[in-house]
């Protein structure tokens, strides 16, 4: 029989918590990271206010991810005055990405939205801590990101960068070992997938997506 301690934990990010539920979920099932959307078009939108209530529900447990949409150094503040946040993920320029490194000394994730295998980026580019690959939008959305749309994932099969990166977009417990399967990803990260309906999260089904995506398919 094989250990687990012989086998790759997988990285596993629940995005867009609201509710007692959902974030207690995550923390009794170790996601790794949960996310906490601050942008006011989102139906996962959280007041810092909120975050910190549900964020100290518990000491310890995943790390805390604040999600910002080209955000102002001060929006970040006024976020960080409420709740402690370990990570913070923005769309933004590489530019955007250095300054905000510099202003919190916090890491910063980067959202990457990818179409094609040209799309990729390259070694050189990496100026964040870690790239979150995902599709573009769709063109009616309003948001970057939380749209449930799924990336060709053989677009970035046999691709394996040197940095930190993470697969998101239209996972769900039932694809998501078939997405590892066909992309290597390191770590993954869902939102919509594990939702009863826009920013609320099925326990249930974070469950099944930890328990799916944790371990390769074949090791356990
Ligand atoms: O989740 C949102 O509503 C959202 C709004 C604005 C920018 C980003 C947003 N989510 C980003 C995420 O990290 C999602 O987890 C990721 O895009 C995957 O989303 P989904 O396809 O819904 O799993």
Redesign the pocket.
Known sequence: MIQPSSLTRRGIKI??LTEEAGFDACVEHQADWV?F?F?DR???NVAPQRAQTLSLRHAGGPERVG?F?HPENDDIARVLDYVSLDVL?V?ASPARVSEIQQCFGLPVWL?YAVTRRSDLPEAEMLFADRL?I?PKPPAQSD???????MLDWSVLTGWTPDFEWML????TPHNVAQAIGQTGAPAV?????VEVSPGQKSPEAIKAFIRNARYDAFSV
């Not at 998101?168 to 996972?171: F, R």
């Not at 990260?189 to 997938?193: E, H, L, R």
């Open positions: 995005c867009g996310g959307v942008f989102s139906p996962r999600l949409v993920q769309y959202s979150l995902e948001r970057p990101g939380g749209n449930a749309v998101a977009g239209g996972l990260d869902v939102s919509s997938g």
